[in-house]
Each structure stands twice: as structure tokens, then as C-alpha cells.
């Protein structure tokens, strides 16, 4: 299965706002039992979510990033969720201003796969008040898998390593 979300306008406003899911508010994919999804966005906003994250993506999901903006998602896991063999490829776009109460902030990685490159900022991002961007959840028999390829000069991405129980190390 895939989705395709585009903001081809100029002005980039097409927003997808104000949802409520305990995983993926804005946006929920989940893959497993022999099938996959993929998600491929390309511009506009996932803004204004509640409960879980903007984004959540599960199991054998994957979802391209190549524009657009996740900011002011308010839940337990604020920007994007990802799940045991989740892989998120962010080739630009931002990640910012979501607002975690249980883990991540901007992205909670756990067993999952995140590759990064082009002009992506992943910041002011928090965890009940303090900085938290990319929170790399550590389980050392399925780790998470994070590559950084070539970065534009004004990138910005914040790191948080925990271990299982969500405690920083």
C-alpha cells in the first residue's frame, strides 16, 4: 500500500490538522503480517495532533519526507512515532515545536531505521519540558539504525539516547 500527500501549491499551506490517535495522529501507517506501506510526502503541514504523534509508523512501514513541516503536535509521542521496523528517510522538511509527555519529542526511534540527508532541521522539540529531537531508543537485541548522509549547511538535528524504560543515559 502506498500514500502519496502533496502540497503542490506555491504557498505550501495544505495542512492535515487537529487529529486524535493514540499512535499516529495526523498520520497512521502500520505494515506487518507479510504486507508493507509506504508514505511518501512531499510538502504541507501535519500540525495541531493530539494524544499520540503526527505521525506514527509501525512494523513494516516506511515514509519518505522530502518537504513540508510536522510542528505543534501535542501527545505521548509529539512529532513522529517509530516502531519496530519502521524506517523514515527524511531528504528535507522539518520536525519542530512538538511536544512529547511520554517519549521522543521530534522523533522516537525504537527498533527502527531513520536516514537523514538534504536541509532537514529536527528541532525545539521537547519531552515533558526539556529538549528532546531524535530519541534513539537503545535495545541492544533489535538496535535502532540511524544513518546521517550529506547534510545541507544549515541543518539542525538534536540527539537523545535512552534505554528501555525511557530513561536518559
Excluded: F
Excluded at 499512535?23 to 507479510?34: F, V
Excluded at 506501506?37 to 509501525?58: K, P, Q, R, W
Excluded at 534513539?136 to 537485541?141: A, K
Excluded at 533489535?142 to 539542525?156: K, L, T, Y
Amino acid at each position: 500500500v502506498t500514500l502519496n500527500i502533496c502540497d503542490c501549491s506555491e504557498e505550501q499551506t495544505g495542512t492535515i490538522a487537529g487529529g486524535h490517535n493514540s499512535d499516529g495522529a495526523g498520520i497512521y501507517a502500520s505494515g506487518g503480517s507479510g504486507s508493507t506501506t509506504t508514505v511518501n510526502i512531499y510538502g504541507g503541514n501535519i500540525i495541531d495532533c493530539e494524544v499520540g504523534a503526527g505521525i506514527g509508523l509501525l512494523y513494516d512501514t516506511t515514509a519518505n519526507i522530502y518537504h513540508g513541516k510536522i510542528t505543534g503536535n501535542n501527545g505521548g509521542y509529539g512529532g513522529v512515532y517509530c516502531y519496530y521496523g519502521a524506517t523514515l528517510n527524511m531528504y528535507g522538511g522539518e520536525i519542530s515545536e512538538n511536544t512529547a509527555t511520554y517519549a521522543g519529542g521530534g522523533i522516537w526511534l525504537y527498533r527502527s531505521t531513520l536516514n537523514v540527508s538534504g536541509d532537514v532541521k529536527i528541532s525545539g522539540n521537547t519531552l515533558n519540558g526539556s529538549p528532546n529531537n531524535l530519541h534513539i531508543e537503545v535495545n541492544e537485541s533489535d538496535p535502532a539504525v540511524v544513518s546521517i548522509g550529506e547534510m545541507a549547511d544549515n541543518s539542525d538535528i538534536g540527539v537523545t539516547i535512552g534505554k528501555a524504560g525511557y530513561r536518559e543515559v
